[in-house]
């Protein structure tokens, strides 16, 4: 059961993407236009949560200071995906991405949490991450070229995707503090109260520039970026306990590739290319081994 929620979790994941990449078409990046996403997509992750809860919540001082800092981090990393995006290849940004939510994570499962380290997980992990160089291999030599500030923004979205998954693991298996929903709800409110305090900061102090940031398209795809990732937390971190980090973390973000190429097909209504179907057979590769 634990790992079939893996599973569906990463089929939530990888619609999120296309959510994701709707929102950025119909709204502009600016930093009003990030906060204004991040404003509706946790309000939508803390309702979730309030609700699988049974509309109870709890304190723990624990759990209020670990939310608050993968708060921080999640924002952190939707500011500066965003801000990779536009300006520079997805292939590249989702390279950086996938492969911290990967070798951070797994890294600090074999150290900090003294793991087993299985010959054949690296090789699953080597194979997930030879996938993401796919793409890349099939492009023209000028499409590379890219500002040092794009591959700055990609650093960091590699160390934020890492560290946001190490934190919530830390939490679930330190056994203190509150339920994994109840965590869940104060990280998403965390992410909603900064960002609606920050809007309206900013809102003020530029009265003369402001423009209208109510997309109602945009804010459908919010919306349905905070159900999607709502739902997918859940069923990932449900048994979190019990599963390795060092397991959890790769095979979480081989599914997201699998079904974002998928999804992303589907919903743009494209025939795969060569060279998405050689990247979903290694990924399905790479995937396969961490069940052994």
Not at 59 to 68: N, V
Not at 203 to 215: A, E, F, H, Y
Not at 223 to 240: D, I, P, W
Request: glycine share 8%.
């Amino acid at each position: 059961m634990e790992y079939v929620l893996i599973v569906l979790s990463t089929i939530l994941f990888g619609g999120q993407f296309i959510a994701l990449n709707a929102y950025q078409d119909k709204n502009k990046k600016s930093f009003r236009s990030i906060l204004f996403f991040c404003l509706l997509f946790s309000f939508t992750g803390a309702v979730i949560f309030l609700a699988l809860n049974g509309f109870v919540i709890g304190f723990s001082l624990y759990t209020f200071l670990i939310s608050l800092g993968a708060a921080l981090i999640q924002m952190l990393l939707q500011f500066a995906g965003i801000k990779a995006l536009s300006k520079g290849r997805v292939e590249i940004y989702s390279l950086f991405n996938v492969a911290g939510g990967m070798s951070v994570s797994y890294i600090f499962g074999i150290t900090y949490f003294h793991e087993e380290i299985k010959v054949i997980h690296i090789i699953g992990l080597i194979l997930i991450i030879l996938c993401l160089l796919v793409p890349i291999f099939f492009e023209k030599k000028e499409s590379f070229k890219s500002g040092w500030i794009f591959y700055v923004l990609c650093v960091v979205v590699f160390l934020s995707n890492g560290f946001f998954g190490t934190i919530n693991k830390v939490h679930i298996v330190s056994g203190e503090g509150l339920s994994i929903k109840e965590y869940m709800f104060y990280m998403y409110s965390w992410i909603f109260v900064i960002s609606l305090i920050t809007l309206l900061i900013s809102s003020i102090k530029n009265t003369d520039k402001v423009k209208p940031l109510i997309n109602i398209k945009g804010s459908i795809f919010a919306v349905l970026y905070g159900l999607l990732n709502g739902f997918g937390m859940f069923m990932q971190y449900m048994y979190a306990d019990t599963i390795p980090a060092s397991i959890l973390f790769p095979l979480s973000n081989a599914g997201c590739i699998i079904f974002s190429l998928i999804i992303g097909c589907i919903a743009y209504k494209k025939k795969p290319k060569l060279q998405d179907i050689i990247e979903l057979i290694i990924a399905l590769s790479g995937m396969t081994l961490f069940f052994f």
